[in-house]
C-alpha cells in the first residue's frame, strides 16, 4: 500500500512539473544572430497554449519544398491583438520574419507575418520584443 501511494506521488510531482520542463526560454532554442524571412503555403496552425506553431510549406532556389515550422506568441497574447483561431488557413500564403532554431533545423521563431491581405501583423511575445513586460524589466 505505502509503494503505491509513493508511485501515486511521484507520477503526480512529475505531472505537475511537465509544463515548467517544457517552457523554454528564446535564447536557449534560437539564434538572434540567424534571421530568417520566408514565404510559403500555411500547411496547418495550431493555436494553442503555450505558443502558437505555423507549419510552413517553402519553395528552396531550386523548387524543392522545405517544410518548417514556426513558433509564434502565447495565443491569449496574440488575440489581444487582433489574431484569432481563423485568422490563418491552411492553404493561404504568408511571409514569416523570425529568428531560425539553434539546430539548424527547420524551425523558427516567428515575429511577424504578412498575412494574404498584405495586413503585417506581430507574431511573438511582447516581453521579448520590448512590448511592456521588458520594459519593466528594464526599470
Not at 491569449?76 to 511571409?95: A, C, F, I, M, Y
Request: charged fraction near 25%; glycine fraction near 10%.
Amino acid at each position: 500500500m505505502k509503494a503505491n501511494l509513493a508511485i501515486l506521488l511521484t507520477s503526480l510531482a512529475l505531472g505537475a512539473a511537465s509544463p515548467a520542463l517544457a517552457h523554454h526560454s528564446f535564447a536557449a532554442e534560437f539564434d538572434a544572430q540567424k534571421p530568417v524571412t520566408l514565404k510559403g503555403t500555411v500547411s496547418k496552425v495550431e493555436f494553442m497554449n503555450p505558443h502558437i506553431w505555423i507549419y510552413l510549406d517553402v519553395k528552396d532556389e531550386s523548387g524543392k519544398v522545405e517544410h518548417w515550422q514556426c513558433e509564434g506568441g502565447a495565443p491569449n497574447g496574440l488575440r489581444r491583438q487582433g489574431w484569432g483561431t481563423q485568422s490563418l488557413k491552411t492553404g493561404d500564403e504568408v511571409h514569416i520574419e523570425g529568428f531560425r532554431a539553434k539546430d539548424s533545423t527547420n524551425t523558427c521563431n516567428a515575429r511577424a507575418v504578412t498575412l494574404p491581405d498584405g495586413r503585417r501583423v506581430f507574431a511573438g511575445n511582447a516581453a521579448e520584443d520590448g512590448g511592456p513586460a521588458a520594459k519593466a524589466n528594464k526599470e
